[in-house]
């Protein structure tokens, strides 16, 4: 079944390039594709944190090379997020004046990029899936795009380019950095035996700095953020959604999955730099989001502040961040979509998006101005909406990480810092909103066409999933806390600055240790 994801979307893409109608098969493809994660999800064992449904093809012996893919907690979460927002840009996608077929099959070229990457166990095909992904994005911005579209693809390409280079030197360093005994492309053998201590702290050091920049580029972390607004606004619609909503994620997936749990000495020296970091993506471009005069700009600069609270759940080494930051991963990549979404509808029936020129669309199109609501309400982080519990887990992890006896540690500046960004979101998200939907209606908007039924459904998916696990965010703590708890009980973070710090002895007494220290542990996590 996840070999089916994975190539269903694949097979679709292939079909239509050979003459099968575009949209019919692009949405049967991603219809599919939805149904087989809804299956995985629903048939996953909560209760084992390894990969299941584990699928292995033997490639290359002499390189120890094999196809294998898998999915457990992490990467389900993310192959779930791949199908629901391919299943809602697909259909978002409008009439295509000029080579439709070729534009459905690099969307689900992306889709398939993405799912591949998620669900790879095997490190060369985990690295290889996005650049799948990445090739079509940048002919879907160049081609299809709007305003300035070749410059905005240029950008963006080079940007990526160079991402993507500095990741692969990264990955090859973190492979020679083993033993030659212990040398795999599997990621649970080199997790195993990092685990056990074979990597160099000096060596962790100069592969994970590698790492966080090579993915940092491809999240937008700041200062490498300037390609994502561009890119976002001058992108049709679909693929601002599928690449913000999705791909994006895959660097942060990357930091999860590979640079913390193999890493640790690593991240506990570069914590700082990474810190001072996301702090810029959350205040400085969170003020720079306030100053745009463009609904498209506006949203992609957004996304890059957002990254952000994300980076901080990764900083903060505990099981109970990194989980948020799982659970808002997922839950910006829905939010995000959906205002993407509303907005290509928005720029397709008005001809712009600019706040001066709009106004008073709600009563035109009540159906998209209460669906924007929605997704400004989850942005903003309000209860009730996914991003809510995932932001408050990362609140509270970053700052628990911080505990010092006397006075305020970094991760506690960082995350009162970063409380203000909830502001600052606040400020922009409602100030588009009310310029967007709010006030009277130009004389040219009064007679505008509202969201048609068919829309109403990709709306309704992406709005129900955020208030779904917004109400039941333990369907994914579940999943995900025992994979964290895994290796980050005995945090090596925490310990070297935590005054009277106890070492790591048995499981009691770590969760002893923690929560006299005001943590949880995963059972806790699960239960609340």
């Known amino acids: 079944m996840v070999l089916f994801t994975i190539f269903c979307p694949l097979v679709a893409a292939v079909l239509i390039m050979l003459g099968a109608p575009a949209r019919k098969t692009a949405l049967a493809a991603s219809i599919l594709t939805f149904g087989a994660a809804l299956f995985l999800f629903a048939s996953f064992d909560r209760s084992h944190a390894g990969f299941q449904h584990v699928t292995s093809l033997g490639i290359s012996p002499e390189w120890r090379l094999s196809f294998i893919t898998g999915v457990d907690g992490l990467?389900?979460?993310?192959?779930?997020?791949?199908?629901?927002?391919?299943?809602?840009?697909?259909?978002?996608?409008?009439?295509?004046?000029?080579?439709?077929?070729?534009?459905?099959?690099?969307?689900?070229?992306?889709?398939?990029?993405?799912?591949?990457?998620?669900?790879s166990i095997d490190l060369f095909f985990f690295y290889a899936f996005h650049e799948l992904a990445l090739i079509p994005t940048f002919l879907l911005i160049g081609i299809w795009g709007s305003g300035n579209r070749v410059a905005a693809a240029w950008k963006i390409t080079i940007y990526l380019a160079i991402g993507s280079f500095i990741l692969l030197i990264g990955l090859i360093l973190l492979y020679q950095s083993f033993p030659l005994a212990s040398r795999s492309f599997d990621i649970r053998v080199l997790q195993s035996a990092a685990a056990m201590g074979q990597i160099s702290p000096e060596a962790q050091r100069h592969v994970y700095l590698l790492l966080l920049i090579g993915f940092g580029i491809l999240i937008s972390l700041f200062p490498f953020h300037t390609w994502a607004p561009e890119a976002y606004a001058a992108a049709p619609a679909p693929v601002a959604m599928l690449h913000a909503g999705v791909l994006k994620k895959f660097g942060l997936y990357g930091l999860l999955r590979l640079a913390i749990p193999m890493l640790p000495e690593g991240a506990r020296h570069w914590a700082t730099l990474l810190v001072v970091l996301l702090l810029g993506n959350i205040i400085y471009v969170g003020l720079v989001t306030i100053a745009q005069k463009r609904l498209d700009w506006m949203l992609g600069y957004s996304s890059v502040m957002h990254m952000g609270y994300v980076f901080l759940g990764i900083a903060s080494f505990g099981v109970l961040g990194a989980t948020g930051a799982v659970v808002l991963m997922f839950a910006h990549g829905l939010s995000i979509a959906l205002l993407f979404g509303i907005a290509g509808e928005l720029r397709r029936r008005t001809g712009t998006l600019a706040f001066d020129e709009l106004g008073g669309l709600a009563?035109?199109?009540?159906?998209?101005?209460?669906?924007?609501?929605?997704?400004?309400?989850?942005?903003?982080?309000?209860?009730?909406?996914?991003?809510?519990?995932?932001?408050?887990?990362?609140?509270?992890?970053?700052?628990?990480?911080?505990?010092?006896?006397?006075?305020?540690?970094?991760?506690?500046?960082?995350?009162?810092?970063?409380?203000?960004?909830?502001?600052?979101?606040?400020?922009?998200?409602?100030?588009?909103y009310r310029k967007t939907f709010m006030g009277s209606a130009g004389e040219q908007w009064r007679k505008l066409p509202d969201l048609s039924k068919g829309l109403r459904v990709p709306v309704t998916l992406l709005?129900?999933?955020?208030?779904?696990?917004?109400?039941?965010?333990?369907?994914?703590?579940?999943?995900?806390?025992?994979?964290?708890?895994?290796?980050?009980?005995?945090?090596?973070?925490?310990?070297?600055?935590?005054?009277?710090?106890?070492?790591?002895?048995?499981?009691?007494?770590?969760?002893?240790?923690?929560?006299?220290?005001?943590?949880?542990?995963?059972?806790?996590?699960?239960?609340?």
């Open 75 to 119: 990467s389900m979460i993310m192959v779930l997020l791949a199908s629901i927002v391919t299943l809602a840009a697909v259909w978002f996608t409008s009439a295509i004046e000029r080579y439709e077929h070729a534009f459905y099959a690099c969307l689900l070229l992306i889709s398939a990029g993405a799912i591949g990457a998620f669900a």
């Open 363 to 432: 009563r035109t199109m009540p159906f998209a101005g209460l669906a924007f609501g929605f997704g400004t309400f989850a942005a903003i982080g309000l209860p009730g909406f996914a991003n809510f519990a995932g932001e408050v887990m990362i609140f509270f992890g970053a700052f628990r990480n911080g505990w010092e006896i006397g006075r305020m540690h970094m991760f506690q500046i960082a995350t009162v810092l970063a409380l203000w960004g909830v502001v600052l979101s606040t400020v922009y998200m409602l100030r588009a």
């Open 463 to 528: 709005v129900g999933a955020l208030l779904c696990y917004g109400f039941f965010p333990q369907i994914f703590v579940r999943s995900v806390a025992p994979i964290f708890g895994r290796s980050l009980s005995a945090n090596p973070v925490t310990q070297s600055r935590s005054p009277g710090a106890v070492s790591p002895g048995s499981r009691e007494q770590r969760e002893s240790a923690s929560t006299e220290r005001g943590g949880y542990t995963i059972q806790q996590i699960a239960t609340r």
